[in-house]
């Protein structure tokens, strides 16, 4: 009768040290995905705010006198 509880103890903690590696390995997949959404979010944020800086400084480098020329010969009067 000893044999039978030690051989169901043992299937038991087998089958509980299996479900906690489960959960475990779970839990870090969900890490690693979160830093690399975090990872790829930045990227993007960093990409975003280059692309602001470089149209800001086109935006800025045209004085408005140029802006008048490239209007007046598109538009007339008449027009």
Sequence with gaps: MKKIYLICLIVVGGMIAYVCGAKIADARCQMRVAQTSLINT???????????????????????????RILLSKYTIAE
């Design 42 to 68: 930045e990227y993007q944020q960093k990409q975003i705010l280059q692309n602001k800086r470089i149209l800001h400084d086109q935006v800025y480098k045209t004085g408005v006198a140029d802006i008048r």
